[in-house]
């Protein structure tokens, strides 16, 4: 495995949809939306990191989130929280063969964890 990286950068918010569409046609990203609830995603070959557009499950205002590759989800997660970092979302797979999760630092900046 590589150093962790960058590898997904994530924009959800009430209209995953309009901002699809927003971002579509504000950077000319095409989109492949046969994923769970219509969430986008782009080609990394085109965008570099993937970047996935959706709606918020709960129809909170949303959020941007950048998600760091790691080689142990488990083992990251133990060393966020023993540094003064949360939890916020346990790891869990969305499917395609990752597990993501979600942490906060001391501050309650979130980051995006992935195991691939």
């Given at each position: 495995?590589?150093?962790?990286?960058?590898?997904?950068?994530?924009?959800?918010?009430?209209?995953?949809?309009?901002?699809q569409a927003y971002y579509s046609a504000l950077f000319g990203w095409k989109l492949n939306t046969d994923?769970?609830?219509g969430y986008g995603m782009t080609n990394p070959e085109a965008t570099g990191p993937i970047v996935g557009?959706?709606?918020?499950?709960?129809?909170?205002?949303?959020?941007?989130?950048?998600?760091?590759?790691?080689?142990?989800?488990?083992?990251?997660?133990?060393?966020?929280?023993?540094?003064?970092?949360?939890?916020?979302?346990?790891?869990?797979?969305?499917?395609?063969?990752?597990?993501?999760?979600?942490?906060?630092?001391?501050?309650?900046?979130?980051?995006?964890?992935?195991?691939?």
């Amino acid at each position: 495995m590589t150093d962790p990286r960058v590898i997904h950068f994530e924009i959800v918010g009430k209209d995953g949809k309009a901002l699809q569409a927003y971002y579509s046609a504000l950077f000319g990203w095409k989109l492949n939306t046969d994923n769970p609830d219509g969430y986008g995603m782009t080609n990394p070959e085109a965008t570099g990191p993937i970047v996935g557009i959706g709606s918020t499950p709960d129809g909170s205002a949303g959020h941007v989130t950048g998600y760091v590759t790691v080689a142990d989800i488990d083992a990251t997660l133990a060393r966020a929280v023993a540094l003064g970092g949360k939890v916020i979302m346990p790891k869990f797979l969305p499917g395609g063969g990752a597990t993501i999760a979600l942490v906060a630092d001391p501050e309650g900046h979130v980051v995006g964890l992935t195991q691939v």
